[in-house]
């Protein structure tokens, strides 16, 4: 991580808390409830930004080929309590992402530093 300071931290986040509610059928499902927002550094760690774009091998062919989600390490301050968080919303100009994370948060001096990956539209 490189050395980051308070006024690095530009972009807005929602923090999601992961709750787990009983249906009707006697199962469990999961539901993302709007936790505290803060202020973080999204560092993108793929040189991608979407989930899909033409297969250099299939050109001229009309189908497209998958790329793996964007991946990224989301730097927040210390002192948020992600205890219950594994998804955040990264509020970007007129557009949100919504980033799972992919391994726990490592403290690192005032920040918690995570991975994430971002979760397509489709699966909220």
């Not at 923090?15 to 469990?28: A, F, H, K, V, Y």
């Not at 001229?60 to 730097?75: A, D, W």
Request: aromatic share 8%; with cysteine; hydrophobic share 30%.
């Amino acid at each position: 991580m490189k050395n980051v300071k308070l006024k690095d931290l530009k972009h807005h986040l929602q923090l999601m808390l992961r709750e787990q509610t009983q249906t009707s059928t006697g199962g469990l499902k999961e539901v993302w409830k709007a936790g505290a927002t803060t202020w973080g550094l999204v560092i993108p760690k793929t040189h991608h930004s979407g989930h899909s774009t033409q297969d250099p091998s299939t050109a001229g062919q009309g189908s497209l080929g998958l790329l793996p989600p964007p991946r990224y390490n989301v730097i927040v301050p210390a002192d948020c309590n992600l205890d219950k968080v594994r998804r955040l919303i990264w509020y970007e100009f007129f557009k949100s992402r919504t980033l799972e994370f992919t391994s726990l948060p490592q403290h690192v001096g005032k920040f918690h530093s995570i991975q994430t990956v971002e979760v397509p539209h489709d699966q909220h």
